[in-house]
T-cell receptor
Framework: SQQGEEDPQALSIQEGENATMNCSYKTSINNLQWYRQNSGRGLVHLIL?????REKHSGRLRVTLDTSKKSSSLLITASRAADTASYFC?????????????FGKGTHLIIQP | DTAVSQTPKYLVTQMGNDKSIKCEQNLGHDTMYWYKQDSKKFLKIMFSYNNKELIINETVPNRFSPKSPDKAHLNLHINSLELGDSAVYFC????????????FGQGTRLTVV
């Protein structure tokens, strides 16, 4: 199975700055999703981008997808202390089916007040 | 109401014991999953299950077995626990079709001593 790679592994920025995280994957996908995990908690879905989409926005989040490079980026604008968490990209090869999601290793984001 | 709930949240047990983790979803989803998150936060799917089929990740030892009494429940039973089984286990569910998000439980931190 494929394994996504997030870059960077850790990111520390000042509150109000923008945070950009990248994800690469290896095989064909139906869609790519980003999840947030606060310390000691479960994963929360942030945004989904389908393989035929190139960019998607949701509030302060902007996701891009380049299927030719097998990569995606997550941009969080005007970061807040509450954005401190680990962020994971996850690829869905079959479109919600029994294959489940393949997760990257995650980016730990720290927003300094 | 919690969408995906799993119990217990923490589980400390000795090597060689048998233990179960319970998971319930009230979303009416057809597909449920178990994921394992290791100490480096890497998430890997263990099982996916709907009322038609069980898909097992080939790397999962056969000491692990999912049990589904009905569509809303997918419990994880582990026999002869080993130190290396220590991890956080997440239950998740999805509609089972189409490009859609997965809903995760809060996780069960298993510590084998």
């Amino acid at each position: 199975s494929q394994q996504g790679e997030e870059d960077p592994q850790a990111l520390s920025i000042q509150e109000g700055e923008n945070a950009t995280m990248n994800c690469s994957y290896k095989t064909s996908i139906n869609n790519l999703q980003w999840y947030r995990q606060n310390s000691g908690r479960g994963l929360v879905h942030l945004i989904l981008i389908r393989s035929n989409e190139r960019e998607k926005h949701s509030g302060r989040l902007r996701v891009t997808l380049d299927t030719s490079k097998k990569s995606s980026s997550l941009l969080i604008t005007a970061s807040r202390a509450a954005d401190t968490a680990s962020y994971f990209c996850a690829t869905d090869e079959s479109g919600g089916g029994a294959d489940g999601l393949t997760f990257g290793k995650g980016t730990h984001l720290i927003i300094q007040p | 109401d919690t969408a995906v709930s799993q119990t217990p949240k923490y589980l400390v047990t000795q090597m060689g014991n048998d233990k179960s983790i319970k998971c319930e979803q009230n979303l009416g989803h057809d597909t449920m999953y178990w994921y394992k998150q290791d100490s480096k936060k890497f998430l890997k799917i263990m099982f996916s299950y709907n009322n038609k089929e069980l898909i097992i990740n080939e790397t999962v030892p056969n000491r692990f077995s999912p049990k589904s009494p009905d569509k809303a429940h997918l419990n994880l039973h582990i026999n002869s626990l080993e130190l290396g089984d220590s991890a956080v286990y997440f239950c998740a569910s999805s509609p089972g079709w189409g490009a859609t998000e997965a809903f995760f439980g809060q996780g069960t931190r298993l510590t084998v001593v």
